[in-house]
Structure formats: structure tokens, C-alpha cells
């Protein structure tokens, strides 16, 4: 295993335990981080890259101890924060090699053609001169999935990567994260967008109120929602009555009425048809049933 997370605890002064006894050992490849804002996702990220220091317990990362190894896990450590800002008068390029440089690539010659082969990777070469701060949305996540990348780390995290992308820039990030991810190397993915886990990751981890409330592969998860998604057509007048007893994942207006659906283990009370569930389904399952919250990000 690439990483080995044992018995981690982070408590805030004030009494917030935003990280309660996680375990985990996180293989090679592209491994997903789920969970609805406030679980801990960010948290466990921020001690991952030795960012801030855990209450309690151990974190080996590809041999390394995490608290007494730090300068050796940044050394093999890439990093996207959810925040990632760039400097106004830095060109495309200039940044890159600003990145680069700090990555600890002296040699002039070989920055330059390091970074125009990134550059080339994640589809930016031909906006190579335009100020960093100018480029799209989606170019921006792309450059900073380069300046985490330039030094070819052994572990990449990346937290909320797809989050305000439209949905061609969010599919073309997500097929370059699992490129990355073919190369023997380990990329964490952070998110609370179920599509981005579903599409890209072999092995995940569904985080609720700082725990690990689920570990295992996608296709384990969507056992879950097995025989607990219905689809039901209603009219308007029961719309509001079905949407408080039950997590409705979807409404389609339908004639006079509303094609709906929602999970749950029975529905005794209405004429519904049983559904194929997808990870989406699986998700809101699990929140609802197996930890009793129902969430709505």
C-alpha cells in the first residue's frame, strides 16, 4: 500500500473533532475521497501534505513516516488545494517554471523542456504566453494539475478539482487525472461530486462527520442501492408528501404530472417500478439508511 493512515485524530481548540480514529491503507492508483462538505475531507488532506499536524496517530507515505519525515514526504508529494491561486504577472509558462524551480529543478535547459512537455500534456502550449491569471476556469485547474505534476511526484492530491467546471472541462480533467494515475503513481481525489468517483476511481472512501463510514470499490458501494431505487409517477399534489418522507433524487415533469425518483427499501404506499441504481443512487442510500443523514449539497 502507498499510504497507511492509522488511528488519526484532529481535534480544534473549541471541541470540533474534525478527524475521529481513521484508518486506511490507500493502494496505488486513482483512490476517491467522498463526502458532503464538513466531513473531514479537507482536514485529512491538509495532513496529508504536511500542512497541519494530526491530535493523534500515524501516517506512513510510501515508507515514510509523515510527522518525522516531512522534508522526505514533500519531496514526492503534489499538491492541488481546492484554492489554488496564481500570481498576476506571471505568464503561463513563467509560472510553470516559477513551480519548477521551487520542485527543485536547477538546470535551466532541462526546466525549460520539462515544462513545455507539461504544458503540451494538459493542453495549454498554445496559450503558453497568456497571463495565468487570464486563462478559463478549466485552464486554470489544468495548470495547476501541471505545477503539482512538473517534478513527477509519487503521490498527487488533489481537493475538489472539478468543482465550478462545466461539464466538458470536468470529463477532459477527469481523463487526465486517470492518465496520471496509470503511471505508478497514487492520486487522491477529493470531492463531493459523485460523477468525478464513479468514472475515474478503483477504490474509495466515503467520509461523514470526520469517519470512514464506508471503504471498498465503487461496484461494493452500488450493492447498497440494490433493490432501493424507485421510479413512481405522481401528481403534483403528492410531489410534496413523497419528497418528506423520502430522499428524492430526481423530479421530471411527466403529462399532468411528476415522473420521480427516490430511494428507499420499500414503498408500500405507491405503484413503483424498481430502478437500476447508479453510484449517485448508492451514495444518497447510504447517507439516508446506513448513517441517518440525509444530505443535500
Not at 495549454?124 to 513527477?152: C, P, T, W
Not at 488533489?158 to 467546471?165: A, I, S
Request: with cysteine; net charge neutral; charged share 25%.
Amino acid at each position: 500500500m502507498s499510504i497507511s493512515i492509522r488511528s488519526l485524530n484532529k481535534l480544534y481548540p473549541g471541541g470540533n473533532h474534525a478527524l475521529k480514529n481513521i484508518s486506511m491503507e490507500i493502494p496505488t492508483g486513482m483512490f476517491g475521497l467522498l463526502g458532503p462538505n464538513g466531513a473531514g475531507k479537507s482536514t485529512l488532506m491538509r495532513i496529508l501534505v504536511a500542512l497541519m499536524e494530526p491530535t493523534s496517530g500515524e501516517v506512513d507515505v510510501f515508507g515514510y513516516n509523515l510527522l518525522k519525515e516531512r522534508k522526505e514526504v514533500r519531496r514526492i508529494l503534489g499538491y492541488l488545494p481546492q484554492d489554488f491561486r496564481f500570481f498576476a504577472k506571471y505568464k503561463t509558462y513563467e509560472f510553470l517554471d516559477y513551480a519548477a524551480r521551487l520542485s527543485g529543478m536547477d538546470n535551466s535547459r532541462q526546466r525549460r523542456r520539462a515544462v513545455d512537455e507539461m504544458l503540451e500534456s494538459v493542453g495549454l502550449f498554445d496559450v503558453r504566453e497568456r497571463y495565468a491569471n487570464k486563462l478559463s476556469g478549466g485552464m486554470k485547474r489544468r495548470l495547476g494539475i501541471a505545477q503539482a505534476l512538473i517534478h513527477h511526484p509519487k503521490l498527487i492530491i488533489v481537493d475538489e478539482p472539478t468543482t465550478g467546471l462545466d461539464p466538458e472541462e470536468r470529463i477532459r480533467f477527469r481523463n487526465l487525472l486517470a492518465e496520471v494515475s496509470e503511471k505508478e503513481v497514487t492520486i487522491i481525489l477529493s470531492t463531493h461530486i459523485v460523477g468525478d468517483i464513479s468514472s475515474t476511481c478503483k477504490c474509495m472512501a466515503l467520509m461523514n462527520r470526520g469517519e470512514v463510514a464506508f471503504f471498498g470499490s465503487p461496484e461494493d458501494m452500488l450493492k447498497e442501492a440494490e433493490g432501493k431505487v424507485w421510479r413512481l409517477k405522481v401528481n403534483g399534489n403528492d410531489l410534496p408528501v413523497i419528497d418528506g418522507k423520502y430522499p428524492v433524487i430526481s423530479t421530471i415533469p411527466s403529462g399532468t404530472g411528476w415522473e420521480v425518483q427516490v430511494v428507499a427499501d420499500e414503498m408500500p404506499d405507491y405503484e413503483a417500478e424498481s430502478y437500476p441504481p447508479n453510484l449517485e443512487h448508492a451514495y444518497v442510500y447510504y447517507m439516508e439508511k446506513k448513517l441517518n443523514r440525509w444530505v443535500n449539497d
